[in-house]
């Protein structure tokens, strides 16, 4: 068991030291949310599983505090209706639980921040395809070569790895980052 630790610690050790390539792009995202948020917009964010976890997490950190007391910011994760996506999924189709939500709840001028390990999944890219058509910014929370939904992407921010746990908690590291930033940005840290 302790060497299984040490591979992984080992192993996110590697990967952190190759994030620091990513701090331009992810200097941008920050500014692209405080910018949208400033202007009276939201932040939007999907995922699946781990990511849908993530998503809640991200958006909960706006909606709450990160560094300190502050306003709530507006921020709403696509995961956590469990009646809006059993519904979708039932009447249409898994593919579109994100994108009906993004269309009733999106507006342009917002954000939607898409997280994907693999950039490939179906349900994540039909939202983002229509939050472009809808003028709604993307950001592309990815990893391995960012998939069909780097493409999509206002800014792709693409963990360089295979490993999905390892992509995993950059995701969540590059998260509570882009919440800092936007605190930053909008003088609220």
């Known amino acids: 068991m302790t060497a299984l630790f040490l591979s992984n610690l080992a192993e996110h050790g590697e990967l952190m030291a190759r994030l620091p390539a990513m701090a331009p792009e992810v200097a941008r995202a920050g500014a692209l949310i405080a910018q949208c948020l400033a202007a009276g917009g939201k932040l939007l964010v999907c995922g699946n599983g781990g990511s849908a976890a993530d998503s809640q997490h991200i958006a909960s950190e706006m909606t709450g505090r990160f560094i300190k007391d502050r306003r709530p910011l507006a921020a709403i994760a696509l995961s956590t209706d469990s009646s809006a996506l059993t519904c979708i999924g039932n009447d249409y189709s898994f593919d579109e639980i994100f994108a009906r939500q993004l269309r009733a709840l999106g507006r342009q001028g917002d954000v939607l921040l898409a997280i994907s390990t693999s950039g490939n ?25 960012g998939g069909a939904l780097k493409g999509l992407c206002d800014i792709a921010l693409v963990v360089p790895s295979e490993v999905t746990a390892r992509i995993q908690e950059a995701h969540i590291l590059i998260g509570h980052t882009l919440c800092g930033l936007v605190e930053h940005e909008l003088g609220l840290a």
């Open 121 to 145: 999944s179906a349900n994540v890219r039909r939202a983002a395809e229509d939050a472009r058509a809808a003028g709604i910014a993307v950001i592309g929370l990815l990893g391995r070569n």
